[in-house]
């Protein structure tokens, strides 16, 4: 089976620094993905990982350990528009890029 | 990246109507198109992996008489929801394959009253 493991929801101070962890249980692995959803809006890409190490976006920086199933989505310098759903996303082999969504992180950043 | 994008954004029905929703690949050849649904508060579920020209191939537990996939061209996809209850009320967003991403629409909520 799948298993896609993230926290439900974290809290954070606008300026602080949040680290977002995803681990992973897969048939086949093809790459990790990072993905920002504010509600009622679709999922909008953030970061890829397929090798291990880390990836750094600007205030967004994502790490994978491939031998240890985990990924984090680390967040810089919060802002209030960064308070929404953080979705790890793992595209699985066997063609068509089929992606496996975790349940989501929601984050809500205050003042 | 692709442009995507979805109509209706939002639609309300009937129980018992069919609703279809379209998913246009606007500036991008999309040979595989992915739906999903999404509940409140719940993560993406896949629903069915199209691809243009041949039949939808449905997850595990969606019945594929009841949602109707249709992809015969390389921007279009239409997803139907047939004889649609209120427990199929729900956040419908499609996606286009890239590369190794997946590009996504800005979804469709349906209410079925």
């Known amino acids: 089976g799948q298993n896609i493991d993230q926290p439900t929801e974290m809290t954070a101070t606008e300026g602080a620094i949040v680290q977002i962890n995803c681990t992973y249980q897969?048939?086949?692995?093809?790459?990790l993905f990072w993905y920002q959803q504010h509600a009622g809006e679709a999922p909008t890409f953030l970061s890829y990982n397929v090798l291990d190490g880390l990836e750094e976006k600007g205030r967004f920086s994502s790490f994978l350990s491939r031998s240890k199933g985990y990924s984090y989505l680390l967040l810089k310098e919060l802002q209030m528009k960064d308070s929404a759903s953080y979705l790890c996303?793992?595209?699985?082999?066997?063609?068509?890029?089929?992606?496996?969504f975790g349940a989501g992180t929601r984050l809500a950043v205050h003042p | 990246g692709a442009v995507v994008s979805q109509h209706p954004s939002w639609v309300i029905c009937k129980s018992g109507t069919s609703v279809k929703i379209e998913c246009r690949s606007l500036d991008f050849q999309a040979t595989t198109m992915f739906w999903y649904r999404q509940f409140p508060k719940q993560s993406l579920m896949l629903m069915a992996t199209?691809?243009?020209?041949?039949?939808?191939?449905?997850e595990q537990g969606v019945e594929k008489d009841k949602f109707l996939i249709n992809h015969a061209s390389l921007t279009l996809s239409t997803l139907t929801v047939t004889s649609a209850h209120p427990e199929d009320s729900s956040f419908y967003i499609c996606?286009?394959?890239?590369?190794?991403?997946?590009?996504f629409g800005p979804g469709t909520r349906l209410t079925v009253t």
């Open positions: 199209s691809n243009e020209g041949s039949k939808a191939t449905y």
């Open positions: 996303a793992v595209s699985i082999s066997g063609g068509y890029n089929k992606l496996i």
């Open positions: 897969t048939s086949g692995f093809n790459g």
């Open positions: 996606s286009v394959a890239g590369n190794y991403e997946q590009y």
